[in-house]
């Protein structure tokens, strides 16, 4: 009963409304080669060894593959280098450190700094650094004399600023409003494809889309339930498919930490 339980647990673990980027796979947990090969991806295919592998940093031409390879690179002077700690990183401020690397998203003003050095929201004072600030909870936002978290697209219509973020927000011109992007504003199959990043707590705030070909439409998706070819790419690279075959495994998450934690637990139960 108590592996039954666990097994439970772990499905509802897994299974989020949003996906956390902090869990994109590494390459080396890449076993069907495609995966390995996608143009989203910073990993090389070693047909020697039958195993995907790392791309050195400085062979790695785009920012967006460089500072999404957590501690492994960044990007800075339009190249990609080794990473050895957010410190080393100059950056005098969040967005030129995001810029670098996505898991150094605070400042000291000159260098970057780790996750756990962003400020919360209530704590910022300055009404231009509020409005442009990812806290560890979400987008802030200056309200009302105070810098808060956006809790929904409309609420900057009502700002004083009057803005809305591109790709995480849209401008409904019937309302006159900014409203929260949906999959379904997705028109096409290419954009339906990158999903939807929202105003939610920092990289865990990704809302995965599939196209519906039958009626043309892009809707919300969960990932387990993703085809071969859009596994890994349509879950912001944190899902891959389980087997080398393309005709057999199935969508299943990168393994985070939690997840490698209750996996462990249930085999000593078992045992």
Same mark, same amino acid.
């Given at each position: 009963?108590?592996?039954? +339980?666990? +097994?439970?647990? *772990?499905?509802?673990?897994? #299974?989020?409304?949003?996906?956390?980027?902090?869990?994109?796979?590494? @390459?080396?947990?890449?076993? &069907?080669?495609?995966? =390995? !090969?996608?143009?989203?991806?910073?990993?090389?295919?070693?047909?020697? #060894?039958?195993?995907?592998?790392?791309?050195?940093?400085?062979?790695?031409?785009?920012?967006?593959?460089?500072?999404?390879?957590?501690?492994? @690179? &960044?990007?800075?002077?339009?190249?990609?280098?080794?990473?050895?700690?957010?410190?080393?990183?100059?950056?005098?401020?969040?967005?030129?450190?995001?810029?670098?690397?996505?898991?150094?998203?605070?400042?000291?003003?000159?260098? =970057? /700094?780790?996750?756990? &050095?962003?400020?919360? @929201?209530?704590? +910022?004072?300055?009404?231009?650094?509020?409005?442009? &600030?990812?806290?560890?909870?979400?987008?802030?936002?200056?309200?009302?004399?105070?810098? +808060?978290?956006?809790?929904? @697209? *409309?609420? /900057?219509?009502?700002? %004083?600023? #009057?803005?809305? /973020?591109?790709?995480?927000?849209?401008?409904?011109?019937?309302?006159?409003?900014?409203?929260?992007?949906?999959?379904?504003?997705?028109?096409?199959?290419?954009?339906?494809? !990158?999903?939807?990043?929202?105003?939610?707590?920092?990289?865990?705030?990704?809302?995965?889309?599939?196209?519906?070909? #039958?009626?043309?439409?892009?809707?919300?998706?969960?990932?387990?339930?993703?085809?071969?070819?859009?596994?890994?790419?349509?879950?912001?690279?944190?899902?891959?498919?389980?087997?080398?075959?393309?005709?057999?495994?199935?969508?299943?998450?990168?393994?985070?930490?939690?997840?490698?934690?209750? %996996?462990?637990?249930?085999?000593?139960?078992?045992?």
């Amino acid at each position: 009963m108590q592996t039954i +339980i666990l +097994i439970i647990s *772990t499905a509802q673990l897994i #299974k989020s409304a949003t996906l956390d980027i902090s869990n994109s796979c590494k @390459c080396s947990e890449l076993i &069907y080669s495609n995966d =390995c !090969f996608s143009g989203f991806s910073d990993c090389s295919w070693n047909t020697r #060894k039958n195993q995907c592998v790392d791309v050195a940093c400085s062979d790695i031409e785009w920012s967006n593959h460089c500072n999404w390879s957590s501690n492994r @690179c &960044y990007w800075f002077n339009k190249q990609c280098h080794d990473f050895t700690s957010c410190q080393a990183i100059p950056g005098k401020d969040q967005s030129e450190c995001i810029s670098a690397n996505i898991y150094c998203p605070a400042s000291n003003g000159i260098n =970057c /700094l780790p996750m756990q &050095y962003q400020q919360a @929201c209530s704590d +910022i004072t300055d009404p231009d650094t509020c409005n442009n &600030y990812f806290s560890p909870n979400g987008k802030c936002m200056w309200k009302e004399q105070k810098c +808060i978290i956006l809790q929904t @697209c *409309t609420e /900057l219509w009502t700002n %004083i600023t #009057k803005s809305c /973020l591109p790709y995480v927000c849209y401008f409904d011109s019937l309302t006159y409003m900014c409203r929260d992007m949906t999959c379904a504003k997705h028109t096409m199959e290419s954009q339906c494809d !990158f999903g939807v990043p929202t105003i939610g707590p920092y990289l865990n705030n990704f809302i995965p889309c599939e196209w519906d070909t #039958k009626n043309s439409v892009c809707r919300e998706a969960n990932p387990s339930d993703f085809n071969v070819n859009e596994c890994y790419s349509n879950s912001a690279r944190t899902y891959h498919w389980s087997n080398s075959k393309s005709s057999k495994g199935s969508c299943v998450p990168c393994q985070s930490p939690i997840v490698t934690l209750i %996996i462990g637990l249930m085999v000593m139960i078992i045992m």
